[in-house]
């Protein structure tokens, strides 16, 4: 993942565990995918609810890593709240979620993802978050 | 399996901590390891045992808030079908979480949500998300569900 457009660092143990890795970048920002498997099955063959809000949050916080990582920040990434809409059913195959920084304060950044299947253009959920940003030690 | 069926009339038909082992024997549920807690007329609370590969921020002993989020999003299932006193499916809408503080470390994390207004089509629930003082938050909710229709009782417990 080394001189991509932004650096992404490491994912969380959550984002690991339920199988969300880096897709590619798209335009300096990572788009993130995650497989279908039963770690993130609801109602069979459906995504469940708190699973595609997981993408979407890894997507966020992956998105405002490199935009940090861009303008030589350092930061401890601290969720104050999200909002997510369910647009349509997450069927059986694998999703991707990307983000965009709407804003880049000193402590907090207002960021907004979309998770889509098949077409970008049509995504099956959206998010909202707003993230603190702490000082990292050292 | 088998299905029980209530005998008396003024039985409830949903009972959550019937189903709650049901609904999280497998799937997204099954992987977090959700438990039953308690359940009152239109609320359910769902157990987030404590797990080390649910963590947010590498080298820092904070569960991430991906979990809580779908603690709650199940929790608000339940309730929902505990105040309709029955099964039927549903999908999330529009799901709001508010993360007031980080949860201890080592602690499991209590989702409890209310559903506090049933319409033919929508499902309106609330909740919040604490670590062993209801009173004391680490997540507050609010979330919007629709019926979908069709059947998938799931084999649940009274899920006719």
Known sequence: ???????????????????????????????????????????????????????????????????????????????INITVQYLSAGKSRESFARGRITKLGRRSANITVEAWQDDPARPIATAVMNVLMADSEG | MAIARPTMSD???????????????????????????????????????????????EGQHVLASGPILSLMDMASGLAIWKAMDRFEPIATLDLRVDYVRPAREGAAVFGRSQCYRVTRSAAFVRGLAHDGDADDPVAHIQAVFMKIGGKDTRGVPNGQ
């Open chain 1, 1 to 79: 993942m080394a001189n991509e457009p932004g650096d992404l660092g490491v994912l969380t143990p959550y984002a690991r565990s339920l199988g969300i890795e880096l897709a590619h970048w798209d335009d300096g920002m990572p788009v993130m995918r995650v497989a279908f498997d039963e770690a993130v099955e609801g109602r069979p063959e459906h995504y469940h609810g708190g699973a595609t809000g997981g993408l979407l949050e890894t997507a966020g916080y992956a998105a405002l890593r490199a935009e940090l990582a861009r303008s030589g920040r350092e930061a401890m990434l601290k969720p």
């Open chain 2, 11 to 57: 039985t409830p038909r949903f009972d959550p901590k019937a189903a709650t082992p049901f609904l999280t024997s497998r799937g997204h549920s099954g992987w977090l390891g959700l438990k039953y807690s308690s359940h009152g007329e239109d609320w359910v609370e769902l157990e987030l045992p404590w797990r080390t590969d649910l963590l947010g921020e």
